[in-house]
């Protein structure tokens, strides 16, 4: 028999082998992520980019980055803008036109800093790729957080799902930050789940290089962690956005005077409204629309409000649908939502796929997914002017999602956080 000191040391052997083991496959996790990534960009620049570049989006945010990091120049200044207008366009803007000024805040730039010093046919690929990967990260941090198994014929239908959703193929096409604020707080949801508070907290700071996806999902997630004692993710949120916004002031002491500038004059130039304004301005005339427009916002945010509050002592599981509504208020009401910010619709979309496979209800899933894809595409295809998406299209979603949420919430059996 052995002793019991080498029954001890044979534990520990094991312990180091399984601990070597994990390390050796996060490593080739980690490899062959990037061999992933650097095929897809090169996949994407030699079928694309090379020949006909785009991602307009994009280059406004890399022109800016490259304005401050490479020349010194403030990115929100008159001469950037023309610098940028005369890349996109050949020409300066006309009035009636998108100014395609650096209409962010100032540490969006660090997204795109390392891009800079590649010619822009490298570094739109290279950001395209980073889009992909960024979403499909996030989908399956949703996934995992909502408990819904990844056998290989469910991993391949949410894959293909997410990157057939029509506001992640416009996003990635434009090359909208939208879906990097995404990817930050998907994951960032994820390492609250698994206990990752400072990681989680970094990560929501980050989705702030683009505003509007996190003006309520981001007070939402904080105040849930502090009341439920993850006070390290208020805390790390806090500080890496005290320390973006610092360091930017450092690089351009005017920068927020500057921003909010800029997004005055982005309303005038671009004066289409939240979703729920466009849903209103298509049905009701004048006065009336803003009338309908102002009281469905205030009551979608009151309701907000109270599903937030009724939920904040569940579980971080059972939290998931009230952030699902949140993200899905936001979409409809929080400023200029365009279509690749409703990319935030995933959230409660896979909460309820979460629900319904926990329900063993997988024609309601089926049916509900192919609704969720083929429905803008559709519309989209109609309705097609040129180039230019119809505004009809910025509703869809949303409003789709409303009523799916109001079926859910008065009659389907739910889970504690689908409570209103």
Known sequence: MRSMSSDNVYAKELVVKGESRRVWMWITAAIGLVVLYAALAFGIYSGLTRTAQGANDFYSRWMGARALFVNGQNPYSDAVTRDIQMGMYGRLARPDEDQVAFAYPLFAAYIAAPLVLLPYPMAQALWMALLVVGVVAGALALAKVNQIPLPPGTLAFVLLGVLLFYPTVRGIMLGQYALVSFACVAIGILMIAEGRET???????????????????????????????????????????????????????????????????????????????????????????????????????????????????????????????????TTLAAGRIGTPDQVLLLLPWMAWFGVWRAQGTPVVTILCAAALLAIPWFVFLRLLEGNREAIVVTTLLPVLTLGVYLIVTLFAARPRGLAT
Not at 206 to 226: D, E, N, R, S
Not at 257 to 269: E, I, K
Not at 288 to 299: D, K, L
């Open 199 to 329: 990681s989680a907290g970094v990560l929501l700071a980050l989705a702030a290089v683009k505003p509007q996806p996190i003006v309520l999902l981001l007070p939402v997630i904080l105040m849930w962690a502090w009341w439920n004692r993850k006070r390290s993710v208020v805390w790390s949120a806090f500080g890496t956005l005290g320390l973006l916004v610092i360091s930017s002031f450092l690089l351009v002491p005017t920068w927020v005077s500057d921003f909010l500038a800029g997004l005055g004059n982005y309303a005038r130039y671009a004066p289409v409204g939240p979703p729920l304004e466009t849903f209103f301005t298509l049905l009701l005339p004048g006065v009336w629309a803003s009338v309908f427009t102002w009281g469905a916002s205030a009551a979608l945010l009151m309701w907000a409000g109270v599903v937030t509050w009724r939920t904040r002592n569940y579980t971080w599981y059972e939290f998931q649908p009230t952030l699902g509504f949140v993200a899905l208020v």
